[in-house]
C-alpha cells in the first residue's frame, strides 16, 4: 500500500501564498509521477500540476504564472508553491501519485485532501 499525506492548506487573503507538501510512503518500487489536483465545490476535480520523476512539468492554464510545482525525488516529495492566490482557487487540493509496485506498474494513489480557501 503507498500512503499519500498533504500538508499546507488553510485559509489566506487574496494576493497572498501558501504551499503544499505532499510525502508518499509504503511500499512501491517507484514513483513516476506526482501532482496535485482540486476539486471546488459544484465542480469536477481539475488538474492544477503534475511533475515526472525526469523533471517534466504540466500546469493547468489558469494558475501558470502563480503557482509552481517541484519535487524531491528523493524523499518521494511533492511541493506546489501558490502565489498571488485568488478566490477562485478556493478548493480542497488533492495529492496525486502514479506508482510503480509489485503487482502492477501503474497504480493510481490519492491524499486525502486538504483546504485551501482564499477570502476576498
Known amino acids: 500500500q503507498v500512503q499519500l499525506v498533504e500538508s499546507g492548506g488553510g485559509l489566506v487573503q487574496a494576493g497572498g501564498s501558501l504551499r503544499l507538501s505532499c510525502v508518499a510512503s509504503?511500499?512501491?518500487?517507484?514513483?513516476?509521477?506526482m501532482g496535485w489536483y482540486r476539486h471546488a465545490p459544484g465542480m469536477q476535480r481539475d488538474l492544477v500540476a503534475t511533475?515526472?520523476?525526469?523533471?517534466?512539468?504540466n500546469t493547468a492554464e489558469s494558475v501558470k504564472g502563480r503557482f509552481t510545482i517541484s519535487a524531491n525525488n528523493a524523499k518521494y516529495t511533492v511541493f506546489l508553491l501558490m502565489n498571488d492566490l485568488k478566490p477562485d482557487d478556493t478548493a480542497v487540493y488533492f495529492c496525486?501519485?502514479?506508482?510503480?509496485?509489485?503487482?502492477?506498474?501503474?497504480?493510481?494513489?490519492w491524499g486525502q485532501g486538504t483546504q485551501v480557501t482564499v477570502s476576498s
Open positions: 496525486y501519485a502514479l506508482v510503480a509496485t509489485m503487482d502492477r506498474p501503474d497504480n493510481r494513489y
Open positions: 511533475i515526472s520523476s525526469g523533471g517534466s512539468t
Open positions: 509504503g511500499s512501491f518500487f517507484s514513483i513516476a509521477t
